[in-house]
């Protein structure tokens, strides 16, 4: 990850058996993410099924969604990336830290040096010590894993952001 290449802690939650859609998370160790057991998300049922309550729609046994939606629960504010529109978990993660009030900034990294700008004054105003990073697939959005790496290394690691993953 980017974050750790500059030295920025990493964590987060992921798939109970560490999986993303290539298979097991290679560096879920490194990274420090949390393998998302069922008693955890158990403890927090009673927020999202409030969220549920206001319109949110979610698959309950989707344990992709479960993940991002812990993700963004657990940060202090979501940057989403979105290139073009996307029909995977990218819309539920918005809709549930819309539904949680939390700080999110979406990027279409058409401006790159505007974004740069964007992003960290957002993380500045917002007091961001905990970012979520949302944002398609691979498989939606071929070659934003490699765009993204090398946008964030270099964000992450300019003076201006005050960001703590």
């Keep these: 990850a980017a974050a750790t290449r500059v030295g920025l802690p990493t964590g987060g939650?992921?798939?109970?058996?560490?999986?993303?859609?290539?298979?097991?998370?290679?560096?879920?160790?490194?990274?420090k993410l949390e393998p998302l057991a069922d008693?955890?998300?158990?403890?927090?049922?009673?927020?999202?099924?409030?969220?549920?309550?206001?319109?949110?729609?979610?698959?309950?046994?989707?344990?992709?969604a479960r993940r991002g939606m812990m993700n963004a629960l657990h940060s202090s504010g979501t940057l989403t990336i979105l290139l073009h529109p996307v029909a995977d978990g990218t819309n539920l993660a918005l809709e549930v830290v819309r539904a949680l009030g939390k700080p999110m900034l979406t990027l279409d990294l058409k401006d790159e040096d505007a974004d740069r700008l964007a992003f960290h004054r957002w993380v500045d105003t917002n007091q961001i010590e905990v970012l979520n990073i949302n944002g398609p697939r691979e498989s939606s959005s071929p070659g934003i894993g490699a765009r993204c790496a090398k946008i964030f290394e270099v964000w992450f690691n300019h003076k201006e952001t005050s960001a703590k993953q």
């Design 13 to 31: 939650w992921t798939h109970r058996d560490r999986l993303d859609e290539n298979g097991v998370i290679e560096h879920w160790e490194l990274w």
């Design 39 to 64: 008693d955890m998300w158990e403890s927090h049922r009673a927020t999202f099924e409030r969220l549920r309550s206001m319109g949110l729609k979610y698959d309950d046994g989707d344990l992709y």
